[in-house]
Each structure stands twice: as structure tokens, then as C-alpha cells.
């Protein structure tokens, strides 16, 4: 009695040449529907399902391989006398290899204009079915998802007749994770569309962009998963041009100078150095906005990472060029500026389609034994509930700087405080455990240039030392939340040295 292999996929790249070797090595292949009609159209002998089990697809091909006829070949212990009389008894014969891919739910749902019900029809039953009893089985049954493993398992055929114990273990973890991650896939999306906002189960699903040559250190492992369908504004979705491979903390850093960069309508370069930004400059030009970027630290941009919002052009790359830096971000590179940077073999350079809107996908942080979850921080000064509780309003260009320095001290790592004037930082001090300590730093890096510039909190001032602090800096114009027990003696504080001070009514933590 021949071996069988059961082939049905969605996927049909090379299918057609796996079945035709199998045939060839003596297999009898039985499939359904749009697979068994390809594989008859090149001549490959092809049994139907149906022939097995004396009964129609029906609903639609809904129901075509949930029978006994099918599963009982599959899930039969071939050595177990009692199995092989039960499969004698019921004129069943064991499957051997199984070929199954799945209805192309994710394809479905990533068009723009699918229906529910559209979706939903493409919710494979039999598929997983038969792929999760093969795994199950795998001490007898060899099944095969990826038509990556088509070649190893007609090679282990050809050289030893079977295919090796290992490998079969190998094939069936491969499947156990492909069920799971479609039915994760599956979950989410019947998740979002009951308006579930925290389910009792969080399943989630990524998949393997690369592996990376080690972590946050060179002694832990690491690798960088993308999320299917995920925000095509992202690190996890740039198209790479140039240099050597991106690393942990690479990543880490381009995806917070991307945060940063993306809260600007106007031309704007931002440096990041370890998440924290450390210059930032806008301007009427992208040469204006990185010149400005720069003189803000020209220290610590050195080995950083820049995100611009517009295209790189040549005078900009020339000044790039000059810099030693790990990655440069921008939604293109002028030809010149192309010639220019890849002169450096191992300057990364990242486009991202900046005319696409990034997905508020929430946040996922993992703890040891746990996942917090939570969404991104995307709250503007535009929905914020601005009040002036000081004496004096805050001048055009005080607005401006106030402005600026609200949306950069929200990427900033708690106790956050920045310095900065109208279209530059002058100076941040980042994850600092207490908040004059935060602008200590801040304003002794902005120097001189705190004079007349306007300061940005993070969260409210517990004390009004930080106020007396910016004030002897010569600082004009506070930005913060408010909502201190204390806010009253920071406002007399500002309002003695006649600095402006606006609420904002949120605070933005970033630990």
C-alpha cells in the first residue's frame, strides 16, 4: 500500500514541484479544491478528499477534510497494534505527510476596504485542524507549513526513505507557532471589533525581522520581531539603504528619535543619544533644523543617532558627513546626499514613509513574570487644557519656545526638564531622581543661553525651587502641568522674578 501525503495550501509557491517529486517517489496524494485542480493541470496523479471519505465539500467547502476517514490517518499511532486494528476496521489508511498552509486571513484584513464578513470567511477551520493533529503526531506523521522546509524533507526522503525524527519535531513546533500566531492574528481582530479594550487573555504575535549579534551588551542574546500588519511608520517597517546592520540599542534609540521627530510639521532634525533626545532643532530648511540640532550638544551627538522629517539634501549630508554617527532617518536622500553619506561603509541610512499615519498599536513592556500594556503618549499641546495662573502672559516667541519645549521634554526620561528657545534645545536633563537635579543639568548646559529661553517640566513642581533655580538662570517662561499641593508657592515664586508660567493639566512621565 503506498504512503500517502495530504497537500492543500493557500500558499502554492513551489507546491506544484514538492507534489510531483513525491508522486515520483512512490506517495499517493490526496487534496482538495483549488490545489488538487493545479496539481491536475501538470499531470500529478491527485485522489480528492471526497473519494476518501464518500462525502462532499459542503457549505461552500466549509466542511471538506473534518472526517475520520482524514483524521484518523493522521492521528493513528502507526506501531500501536490497537490503533492499526481501529484503522483496519474502519478501512482507514495512515497519512503520512501532510502539506497545509492557511486561508490568507492577514492578506484578507490588511486591504483597506475588506468587510467583516469578508474576514471572518477567511477564518481557516479545517486547515489548523489537520495541522495541529499532524503536529501532535509528528512522531509518525511529517507535516509541512512553510514551503521553505519543501527541499529538507525531499532530501531526507531521497537519502534515507524517511524523514528524520528531529526534523519532523522541528517541522511540528514550526506549526504549533503558525497556528498560534494566526489564531493571535484572529483574536485581535475579533478583539478590536467587540470594542474589547482589556480582554482577559492578551494574545499577541511577531514575527522574526532579524537576528541581532547581541543585546543591550554583548553577553544577552537578542533579535527584533515586527509586528504582522503593524504601523508602517516605524523602525520595525524602514527600508534600509546603506551600512552595516542595525543593532539592539541602534533600534531603541532610532525608534525614540523617530517618536520625537514625528510630533513636527516643520522642517526638524533630532539627535538621540541612549532614548533621550540630545539636540533639537526646527527650521526652514532641513540644514537649518540639523545646524541648530547640532549646536545644541555637540558633544553627546557624537556616535547618535538623527531623525529628520524631510529630505536629506546635498549641504545637509555634507555637514552629516563630517560627524561621526550610527544612523541617519529621513523620509528620503536626495542623490547627493546618497553619494555623499554612503562614503561612510558603515553610516545606516533609514527611509521611513513619513506620509503614512504611524497606528496607535498600544505599548507592551515586559516585566519578569508579566506584560504592562498601555497606549503611547500622543496627547499634544493642542489638547491640552492650557491655563496662565501667573501675573504675565507669556510674549509670541515665549509661546513659540513653550511650545517646543512641551513636545520634546514628552520623550524625555523622568525627572525631565528642557531648556530651549523658540526652534532649539539648549539644554535637557533626563532620568534624573529628583526635579532640580533634572534642571540643574538642563541649565547648566544651556549656560549663558538660558537667559531669555523658556523652561519645560515633565510633571509638576513639588517645591518652588526649580523656579528659583530658572529664575537665577535668567529664564522668562515656565511650561508645566501643574497640580501640585504646592502650586501656589511656585506661582509666587515666578510671579517674584516675573517669569510666565502656563499649566498644561497632564503630565508626561517617561520612566
Not at 206 to 212: A, F, T
Not at 326 to 353: D, H, Q, V, Y
Not at 361 to 378: C, H, M, N, R, W
Not at 401 to 419: E, F, T
Request: aromatic fraction near 8%.
Amino acid at each position: 500500500m503506498k504512503k500517502r501525503a495530504l497537500i492543500s495550501v493557500s500558499d502554492k509557491n513551489g507546491v506544484t514541484e514538492f507534489a510531483k517529486e513525491l508522486s515520483e517517489l512512490g506517495f499517493e496524494i490526496l487534496s482538495t479544491g483549488g490545489t488538487k485542480m493545479a496539481l491536475e493541470e501538470i499531470g500529478i496523479p491527485v485522489t480528492g478528499v471526497s473519494d476518501v471519505t464518500g462525502f462532499p465539500e459542503i457549505l461552500e467547502g466549509r466542511v471538506k477534510t473534518l472526517n475520520p476517514l482524514i483524521h484518523g490517518g493522521l492521528l493513528a499511532k502507526f506501531d500501536e497494534l490497537s490503533h492499526k486494528a481501529q484503522l483496519e476496521e474502519h478501512q482507514i489508511q495512515p497519512i503520512h505527510i501532510v502539506c497545509v498552509n492557511l486561508y490568507p486571513f492577514q492578506q484578507t484584513i490588511a486591504k483597506p476596504d475588506v468587510t467583516v464578513e469578508d474576514a471572518i470567511e477567511n477564518i481557516d477551520i479545517g486547515g489548523p485542524a489537520m495541522l495541529r493533529a499532524s503536529a501532535k503526531n509528528h512522531e509518525y506523521v511529517t507535516v509541512v507549513v512553510d514551503p521553505a522546509d519543501y527541499e529538507t524533507v525531499l532530501a531526507q526522503l531521497k537519502e534515507n526513505g524517511q524523514v528524520e525524527k528531529d526534523t519532523r519535531r522541528k517541522l511540528a513546533a514550526k506549526v504549533f507557532r503558525h497556528t498560534a500566531a494566526y489564531d493571535a492574528m484572529i483574536a485581535e481582530y475579533m478583539t478590536k471589533l467587540a470594542k474589547e479594550e482589556a480582554p482577559e487573555k492578551l494574545t499577541v504575535t511577531y514575527e522574526l525581522k532579524q537576528s541581532l549579534r547581541y543585546g543591550e551588551n554583548p553577553h544577552q542574546k537578542a533579535a527584533f520581531y515586527r509586528k504582522p500588519l503593524g504601523s508602517e511608520f516605524s523602525i520595525a517597517n524602514a527600508e534600509q539603504l546603506h551600512g552595516k546592520e542595525l543593532s539592539y540599542n541602534n533600534i531603541n534609540d532610532a525608534d525614540a528619535a523617530l517618536q520625537i521627530v514625528k510630533e513636527f510639521a516643520e522642517p526638524a532634525a533630532v539627535a538621540v543619544k541612549h532614548m533621550n533626545p540630545c539636540g533639537v532643532g526646527s527650521g526652514s530648511t532641513v540644514f537649518d533644523a540639523f545646524s541648530k540640532a547640532f549646536a545644541a550638544d555637540p558633544v553627546s551627538i557624537f556616535g547618535g543617532i538623527i531623525a529628520f522629517n524631510r529630505e536629506v539634501d546635498g549641504p545637509t549630508a555634507q555637514k552629516l558627513y563630517e560627524i561621526f554617527l550610527e544612523i541617519i532617518i529621513a523620509p528620503s536622500f536626495s542623490n547627493e546626499a546618497l553619494e555623499i553619506l554612503t562614503g561612510k561603509k558603515n553610516l545606516r541610512l533609514l527611509t521611513i514613509p513619513f506620509q503614512v499615519e504611524g497606528k496607535d498599536e498600544g505599548k507592551l513592556t515586559a516585566i519578569e513574570g508579566g506584560l504592562l500594556v498601555q497606549d503611547y503618549d500622543q496627547f499634544t499641546f493642542d489638547d491640552a487644557n492650557i491655563s496662565i495662573p501667573t501675573k504675565r502672559e507669556p510674549s509670541e516667541e515665549e509661546w513659540q519656545a513653550l511650545k517646543l519645549g512641551w513636545k520634546v521634554v514628552k520623550h524625555v526620561k523622568s525627572n525631565a526638564i528642557v531648556v530651549n528657545n523658540a526652534d532649539m534645545t539648549l539644554g535637557i536633563g533626563a532620568g534624573q531622581m529628583n526635579r532640580v537635579g533634572a534642571a540643574k543639568i538642563a541649565l547648566e548646559q544651556a549656560g549663558a543661553q538660558a537667559k531669555g529661553a523658556a523652561m519645560a517640566s515633565d510633571a509638576f513642581f513639588p517645591m518652588d525651587d526649580t523656579v528659583e533655580a530658572a529664575a537665577k538662570a535668567g529664564i522668562t517662561a515656565i511650561i508645566q502641568p501643574g497640580g501640585s499641593v504646592r502650586d501656589e508657592d511656585s506661582i509666587k515664586k515666578a510671579d517674584e522674578y516675573g517669569i510666565t508660567m502656563v499649566f498644561t493639566g497632564v503630565r508626561h512621565f517617561k520612566h
